[in-house]
């Protein structure tokens, strides 16, 4: 079965800060793998989504991520977090021959300090 | 486009009482979810449909029943409500099942 696994549960960052949020997941075969969004009181919304070619994926708000298909994992960085980007960051992962249900990591919660 | 949509946004229920949320969503998407959000936990699968017409269980079905009335429409219905199923609810859709997802904006849910 496929698992995600995120290793940071909580990040605190001050303002102008570069993130790299870690994701790692347990799959062999071709995967699809998303980063989402969920600030607070809200729903989750995609930030970025990986299917196939340039393994660096660019997102909305400044977020990319980086498909390192050695690694199995699915890093998400921005240079320079700003307070807004207070939320609740999960990662997900889905696999044709897992009847392409998406399987979520247990979310990262950032903090940003103004 | 209102996306999806859910109802209720909130409810309580006293152990043993049923009901059902309801998540319609307007993007003509094929496959739909629901999800339940628990601290520290995620987002853990309830049911799926890939397609009308189908439904299947995911990690957690057990205390729930799942109906894809229509395309559009996919009800959760918890038939006798325990304290365990306190939690937040999410429906979500795609317009195939390796897509992403887009979520509705969750129904809290409180079991006494």
């Known amino acids: 079965a496929q698992s995600v696994s995120q290793h940071n549960h909580h990040v605190i960052l001050s303002e102008a800060a570069s993130l790299e949020l870690g994701c790692n997941y347990s799959y ?7 980063w989402y969004v969920q600030y607070p009181g809200q729903h989750l919304q995609l930030l970025l989504k990986y299917f196939s070619g340039d393994p660096l994926v660019k997102g909305i708000k400044g977020f990319e991520a980086e498909f390192i ?8 960085r921005k240079p320079s977090v700003q ?12 696999a044709n021959t897992n009847a392409g249900k998406s399987t979520f990591g247990d979310g990262t919660t950032l903090t940003v300090k103004p | ?47 799926y449909s890939a397609s009308e017409g189908t439904t299947d269980k995911g ?27 306190t939690s937040v609810y999410f429906c979500a859709s795609s ?18």
Request: charged letters at 15%; hydrophobic letters at 35%; aromatic letters at 12%.
């Open chain 1, 69 to 76: 298909k050695s690694k199995f994992s699915f890093n998400l």
């Open chain 2, 95 to 112: 317009a195939r099942q390796v897509h992403e997802q887009y979520f509705g904006p969750g129904t809290r849910l409180t079991v006494t």
């Open chain 2, 1 to 47: 486009n209102a996306g999806v949509t859910q109802t209720p946004k909130f409810q309580v229920l006293k152990t043993g009482q049923s009901m059902t949320l309801q998540c319609a969503q307007d993007m003509n998407h094929n496959s739909m979810y629901w999800y339940r959000q628990d601290p520290g936990m995620g987002l853990r699968l309830i049911y």
């Open chain 1, 83 to 94: 307070w807004s980007d207070t939320a609740e960051y999960f990662c997900a992962v889905n």
């Open chain 1, 28 to 34: 062999g075969g071709t995967v699809n793998l998303f």
């Open chain 2, 59 to 85: 990690e957690v079905p057990n205390g729930y029943n799942v109906s894809r009335l229509n395309k559009r429409e996919f009800s959760l219905r918890l038939e006798s409500a325990a304290p365990s199923q």
